[in-house]
Every structure is written in C-alpha cells, then in structure tokens.
C-alpha cells in the first residue's frame, strides 16, 4: 500500500500573516486535498519574545477564510517540550549530541579569525568528542549548548520537487547547536521531530528554508527515520520586486476579506504565484484541486500585481450565482447601517459585471436605500435647464404607467420622440437624479428597481 500523504503548515506567529506567507500554506493544503491525504497546522511559537497569540488568530483566522481547512491541529510547539528534551536524551546517549562549553566571546573571536583568514565562519569542533582526542578542561559554572555531531564527508542529497537535484558536502555544515544552555531545544531540531511524530511525507515550504534542509536530513537520519519529499517554494516578490514581508508593506491576509475580495478568487490568483495548469487564469477550487499536483510548480520568484487580483476577484464576483452574492453585499449593508430588503439579490445581478469586490458592489447598492447624493460636477453637466421640460414630461407618464420595465422604456421612448431628444440625452440626467451617477446599466432597470415613490420625488430635486 502507498503510503498516506501528509503535509503541514508550520507558520511562526512572530508577525501578522500575509499573502507570501499564505500561499506556503494553500500549496501543501492543495497537495493533500488532491491525494486524499491530511492537511496539518502547526504553530513553531519557540520564539517567545516574538510570538504572540494575536499572530496566531490572524493565521487561524486568515486560513479559515480562504477555506484552507486543516485536518489536525493547531500543534504548539512550546507544548511539546518535553518530548524534544526526551527525544535529545535518546541522540546522546547514542553519541549523536554533545555539549559545548564555548561562550559567545570565543565563538565571536574565532569567526574574526576565520573571517581575517578569509576562511568561511563556522563552529570548529572544539568540544567535538573523538576517539584519541582530548577535550579541554570543562569551565566551572557554565551551562553547555547542545551540538548534533554532524557527519564528516559524503554529501546531503534531496531530489527537490521544485528544485531538482541538490547535493550538500557534509564538510559544508557545521555541529549544529540544537539546544540552548537553559536546556530549550532549538527551531531546526524541533522541525524534526515534529514531521517524525506528524507523520510528515511532504515538505512544502518556503525556500529560505533550503539552507536548514540537509542538516534537518541528518537529524532524520540519525533518528533512524525516513526523510519526506521536500518542495521548497520560490518567493513571492511584492510590487515594487522585494521579498513579501510586513517591512516591505505587505498587507495581512484579513485585509483582503475587508476589502471585499472572494476566497476562491484569492486562491485562483495565489494558485497562479508559482504553479500552473497550462494557460488557465481563471479556475474553481474544485478545478485547482483537480488538476494541482508538485510537477507544475515553478521554479522562479512570482511577483504580486494587485491591479491583477482585482480582475481575478472580477471574474469570480461575476460568475458568482446572485443569491450567494447577496449575503455578502447584505453584510457590508449592515456594517454602514444600511437594512436591505428583498431587492437586494436583483441588485447585485444588474450591476456585478461592474465590480471588481463586493465593496464596490455594496457601493452600488446602497444607493438604493439612502438618499440621492448628487456632485456638483453631475449636477452643472447634466442637470441643466433645458432639460427639464423632458424631465417633467417624462415624470408625468411615469407617474401614469405600471412599474415593469417594458412600461418604463416605453415612457421614455416616447419622451424621446416628443422632444427629438437621443436616448443619453435623457437617460443621463435621470440616472443622476435616481442614484447620484451618469453611468449605470440600463436604466429602465435601475428605476424599476429603485421604486416607483422614490424615482418620481427624486425627478423633482433639480
């Protein structure tokens, strides 16, 4: 039987989430949707003066939104000490871990030495027990790091599934420290036992983590355990070609909800970051976790275009059937005190082929349920004396007909040929008195939405 896949996410709550950082989360979330496998959230919150609760309810927060369900978790490192400590007990009584006694102030001068002698900076194994060697004399008082004895020579190798093959020279690494003198277990040594006991068969990350990825192999390895597949991500550029990061201006990922964007949009266009499925642009979740697999990850940085998320979003808010929209309008209705009534689904299908979020459709609605608000600019262009013979001529046989739309055009039809007037003549001067803008869809179906009352008291606000 093939075994299970697995995959996680693994964020550090040190900062809030944003779209680069979410996308390290869809791919592996895709990955197990689309293999049947399971989908695990782990928080590695070992940086306890960076990490922060708020941090993790904006990620928990921010997956919901778009869907990414995981399966198991939230896990929390900070609650798992015991078990790194026990299982660091184990590597060194095999003689995998050791400690080291050298303080700051001698590491520090031995990088300068290093440095000055154009030699890389590494740790060079002073307190590395080996047969016939003999280890200075243990310093009263100090409390020891903990070191992984890393092979010597031979290579680290991993056939990456974005990457390709990378191969790593053993004599590259050096004893990593993977716990503190206080006794806490570091980040890299965590990670693998934390994919151990998870189950992990896939890695899918980040590649600022391509570097941490061969010594991690050697921990499994010394563990006895088997390594997983690793696919380490391009990064995500912003705007401007920098790294996504807060410092750079990326937003959190809750924002976007705020903004009116749709969570299947934000995962076509996050899909689109650095996987593809031939030329398609627009797609269903359904679709992209039919078609998602490892071997059409790409290999080069994408770079966010926000003009470009706002069609997405476009293109998704338009295929959206109307009564699933309205909630979502009805909502934001209610954020700006506005109580919508059984218009409101008709609304959002005249007029979401004009909007690129549901704010902007809301914008559109709600012109619908409070008073007319007219610019000066609209009201000097179309608003002007000559017109209001036809204005009040039209009124009079609006006043007189059924509120349907064939009978309102017909109205204006015959306005029209009153007056030898053509139809933007008319229809933009009573767009602007109906609901504050020259340019709208058909307007015999904006006024019989609006309502026979509020179009006759509002063809009188010259």
């Known amino acids: 039987m093939m075994q299970k896949t697995r995959t996680r996410f693994a964020p550090s709550p040190t900062g809030f989430i944003h779209l680069g950082n979410i996308r390290s989360a869809l791919y592996p979330w895709a990955f197990a949707r689309a293999t049947g496998g399971d989908f695990v959230l782990r928080i590695e919150d070992t940086d306890l003066e960076r990490s922060s609760q708020a941090a993790v309810d904006v990620i928990i927060e921010g997956m919901a939104w778009l869907g990414l369900n995981h399966d198991e978790g939230p896990f929390y490192q900070m ?20 400690p080291c006694y050298m303080s700051i102030a001698e590491l520090d001068a031995l990088r300068e030495k290093q440095m000055a002698a154009k030699e890389k900076p590494r740790y060079d194994g002073t307190w590395r027990p080996e047969p016939g ?15 992984f004895k890393n092979p010597i020579g031979g290579v680290v190798a991993w056939d990456d599934k974005v990457k390709g093959r990378i191969e790593i020279s053993n004599d590259e690494l ?3 420290v993977i716990a503190r003198p206080d006794g806490t277990p570091t980040y890299n040594f965590c990670v693998v036992v934390d994919d151990i006991d998870m189950a992990i068969t896939h890695v899918i990350r980040g590649d600022d983590h391509v570097n941490n ?7 499994f390895k010394a563990l006895g355990k088997e390594v997983p597949v690793y696919a380490h991500l391009p990064t995500v ?3 401007q070609g920098e790294k ?11 924002q976007y909800r705020e903004e009116g964007y749709l969570p299947d949009a934000m995962v076509n266009y996050l899909a689109r970051l650095g996987w593809s499925h031939g030329d ?33 979003n476009a293109q998704h808010l338009k295929a959206m059937a109307d009564d699933a929209l309205e909630p979502l309008v009805r909502a934001r209705l209610a954020k700006q005190g506005i109580t919508a009534d059984q218009r409101l689904v008709r609304i959002c299908g005249l007029f979401k082929d004009r909007c690129d979020t549901i704010n902007a459709l809301a914008d559109w609605a709600a012109r619908f349920y409070g008073d007319v608000v007219i610019s000066e600019e609209d009201r000097a262009t179309h608003l002007v004396p000559a017109i209001f013979p036809a204005l009040d001529a039209l009124a009079a046989k609006l006043a007189q007909c059924d509120w349907t739309k064939p009978a309102i055009a017909a109205a204006f039809k015959e306005t029209l040929g009153e007056f030898a007037l053509k139809m933007p003549q008319l229809a933009m001067p009573v767009r602007v008195l109906a609901v504050g803008t020259a340019h709208t869809p058909s307007v015999d179906a904006v006024l019989e939405l609006a309502g026979k009352e509020k179009i006759l008291a509002n063809l009188q606000k010259r």
């Open 213 to 219: 990825t061969p010594r991690q192999i050697n921990i």
């Open 133 to 147: 060697k003999t280890l200075p004399p243990v310093p009263e008082g100090v409390q020891p790091v903990l070191r």
């Open 174 to 176: 050096d004893d990593l």
């Open 244 to 254: 996504m990061s807060k410092r750079n201006g990326a937003k959190p990922v809750t």
């Open 280 to 312: 398609d642009e627009i797609f269903s979740r359904a679709q992209f976790l039919e078609w998602f697999n490892l071997d059409h990850l790409g290999r080069s940085a994408a770079q966010f275009d926000e003009s470009k998320l706002r069609w997405v």
């Open 237 to 239: 550029l912003n705007e």
């Open 79 to 98: 609650q798992r000490v015991d078990r790194y400590k026990a299982v660091l007990a184990d590597l060194q009584a095999a003689g995998h871990v050791y």
